[in-house]
């Protein structure tokens, strides 16, 4: 039985944010020819969707990022690997599910 290495699916994970990037760059582009093409269209609804794009973007770039530095993905506190599934909902997790502090704090 094989046993799926850390590495290769550190690289899964990369290649799934890379291509949530290109995805959110398409849509920023089409969102741009949108609002030149149809002044009918709601400004305030596509400067939303821009605005999330543009935010989801920043987020990716930044855990492509972390993806580069050595030890990602380990629990900032019990030094554990954080489940890939984990990773990819949310890639700049610092800890693991046990260790992660509760929220609105
Ligand atoms: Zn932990």
Do not use: K, N, W
């Not at 492509?64 to 997790?93: F, N």
């Amino acid at each position: 039985m094989y046993a799926v290495s850390r590495q290769d699916e550190l690289g899964v994970l990369r290649i799934v944010l890379e291509e949530q990037y290109e995805r959110h760059t398409t849509q920023l582009a089409l969102l741009a020819r949108q609002a030149s093409q149809l002044p009918g269209a709601d400004p305030a609804a596509a400067a939303a969707l821009t605005a999330a794009s543009r935010r989801a973007l920043g987020d990716i770039a930044r855990a492509l990022h972390y993806l580069e530095q050595d030890g990602y993905g380990s629990c900032e506190r019990c030094a554990r690997d954080i489940p890939i599934e984990q990773l990819a909902h949310r890639p700049s997790t610092r800890f693991c599910t046990a260790c992660r502090p509760p929220r609105g704090g």
